[in-house]
């Protein structure tokens, strides 16, 4: 024991009480030692109210800053953390209040902005707002005292903005801080340094994106300390046996949900999940050329929380999607050249939220669905470890490792990750009609056109022809089109027929309804025919010859057979909706 006490410091051994009377006294290790006594502590209660590590990192922050200035008035010296832990409730429940009244940005959660040659230097995001304004605190700084309390919450700011603005070059660094923190006008710089303006505008965009870069990593890196610091850096890997099918289609989305809602409880069919999501019934197109993502250029956060309600789940997403679609046509890219490109990638700005929800759902027992993993398709995240810094992925049946920073750093540089949050009752009638009202939106074309540049429903047939015409298809996307819409639509049997066998089995109050699901379900077949003779034509992944004359004349009408069916299924489910609704 007396060697132990040998190798503690005096500060270790003494209790609260004693720790906060000699803090009061001018002491900063005391309180040091506090903090390092009970930090974790603070953190964990502060992730009981705010649920967001990076949102309850800060909060943390400021209670610390505001502890300490403070202290003097803790009258009860031996109950420090009872008071610590109002004043982290009263700063969670003001950032509440805040995010109520208007949706914040904070600087952890940067949005890409641009500053091109001609703008004005005025703020064009939340970072070059925080930046601005930290500037005008250092002159005001140098003019008043202002209160105490501000004045340390201003220099922590200015602190950590300066250490991460060190990424910068030094002559990127003069011309970042003459821009922000002197309040310099590009125009202004440039004379300074003997530069144009347009030189000032590129220097400055540069270094901007830099400093967003190193901020990320900063908040990532504090995330992971949050966590070893609360207790629960950990090592999770789900068992296999939640998510392992010896079925797979070619919707990976379908698959995926499947696996969720299995692991959630609910064991559904993939024909059932295809059904009820919608999956089984969509198509989109990219005209001109009918480009390999074509399938999956769709409103994941829309149409996927949807159709998980179907399932009855609600969900937690963090959506990290361009607006634009995809064009690198490299579906099944490399594994080991993606790793080394990885690296070369920025860091995505949603990381640090989809590095949470992802850790959230996997202490639950929740599998997560993860977008371009390692290629751009869906997979399912099964496992992290904390120490490594590594997730656990499927993709396809295809397992590996993923880096916590290489998330969002695929081929699209995209994140969207999805898990199950809740799991509520439904009845199959209500899944039924909830579900045929959302494929009808989407058949007639009266969903968002997200993201632009893709036709979606019935109309994509139209725009499918047109390609042809011109004479400008991919071979390689439009087989890929062909094969996984053919595949969708032979689920979308499956699903009809299992859902009029099973409103059989209900009763016969269902006679017309299972009547008119079988009719749907007939007419469906004959668009599964058609499309394994459009697949024989184009066959993936070489794709045949879609632009020689007479493949192109086949391929068109087929596809104008196939509209016409697809509108006599569109006409048989709104039969379906109308006796469900």
Not at 374 to 388: A, H, N, Q
Not at 518 to 539: G, K, N
Not at 552 to 557: G, H, L, M, P
Request: one cysteine or more; charged letters at 25%.
């Amino acid at each position: 024991m007396n060697r132990l006490r040998k190798m503690l410091s005096p500060w270790e051994e003494m209790d609260d009480a004693e720790l906060v009377k000699e803090a009061q006294s001018g002491k900063q290790e005391a309180f040091g030692e506090l903090i390092r006594r009970h930090r974790s502590k603070v953190y964990g209660y502060a992730r009981t109210i705010v649920p967001e590590a990076h949102a309850a990192e800060d909060i943390v922050q400021d209670a610390l800053i505001r502890a300490f200035l403070h202290l003097g008035k803790l009258v009860d010296v031996g109950r420090f953390l009872p008071w610590m832990h109002r004043i982290v409730r009263n700063q969670a429940l003001t950032r509440l209040k805040k995010d109520a009244l208007r949706k914040e940005n904070t600087f952890t959660s940067l949005e890409t902005g641009k500053l091109e040659h001609g703008e004005p230097p005025e703020p064009w995001n939340r970072l070059d707002y925080v930046l601005m304004r930290v500037g005008h605190s250092l002159e005001q700084e140098a003019m008043q005292e202002g209160l105490p309390e501000e004045r340390v919450m201003r220099q922590e700011t200015q602190r950590v903005l300066l250490e991460i603005i060190d990424c910068l070059k030094p002559r990127e660094r003069q011309i970042f801080e003459a821009h922000f923190f002197d309040q310099l006008s590009p125009a202004e710089i440039a004379r300074q340094f003997d530069l144009s303006s347009a030189n000032v505008y590129q220097i400055l965009s540069r270094s901007r994106k830099k400093v967003i870069q190193e901020r990320i990593r900063v908040t990532v890196d504090a995330y992971i300390r949050s966590r070893r610091d609360w207790g629960v850096m950990e090592n999770v890997l789900l068992s296999a046996e939640l998510f392992q099918e010896q079925e797979y289609s070619w919707s990976s989305g379908g698959h995926v949900l499947k696996s969720l809602a299995k692991a959630a409880g609910k064991d559904y069919s993939l024909a059932m999940v295809m059904g009820l999501t919608g999956l089984g019934f969509r198509i989109q197109i990219v005209p001109e050329n009918v480009h390999i993502a074509g399938p999956t250029a769709f409103d994941f956060e829309s149409v996927f929380s949807r159709g998980m309600r179907h399932l009855g789940f609600t969900t937690k997403i963090v959506n990290g999607m361009k607006p634009e679609i995809g064009v690198n046509a490299s579906l099944l890219a490399d594994s080991d050249t993606s790793i080394k490109a990885k690296g070369k990638r920025n860091i995505h700005q949603a990381l640090p939220d989809a590095l949470d929800v992802i850790h959230q759902a996997l202490d639950r027992g929740y599998p997560v669905m993860g977008w371009d993993l390692f290629m751009p398709e869906f997979g399912i995240l099964y496992g992290y470890d904390d120490k490594l810094k590594q997730l656990s992925a499927d993709e396809f049946g295809r397992k590996g490792t993923l880096a916590y920073d290489h998330l969002g750093r695929g081929v699209l540089e995209e994140i969207f990750i999805l898990t199950v949050d809740e799991s509520f009752p439904v009845t199959f009638k209500e899944q039924l009609r909830d579900a045929f009202h959302m494929i009808l939106e989407h058949l007639r074309g009266e969903e968002p056109q997200i993201p632009a540049g893709t036709i979606k429903g019935l109309a994509a047939y139209d725009a499918w022809r047109d390609a042809f015409r011109k004479g400008a298809v991919e071979p390689n996307g439009n087989a890929y089109n062909a094969a996984v819409y053919g595949d969708a639509r032979k689920y979308a049997v499956q699903f009809l027929s299992e859902a009029a066998h099973y409103l059989e089995k209900e009763g016969t109050d269902n006679i017309q309804l299972c009547q008119h699901i079988r009719e749907a379900a007939d007419t469906y077949r004959e668009i599964v025919q058609l499309f394994e003779e459009l697949q024989s034509l184009f066959p993936f992944p070489s794709g045949g010859e879609p632009n020689e004359d007479d493949q192109s004349r086949k391929a068109i009408a087929l596809l104008e057979q196939l509209q016409t069916l697809e509108w006599k299924g569109m006409t048989q489910l709104e039969s379906v909706w109308r006796i469900l609704n």
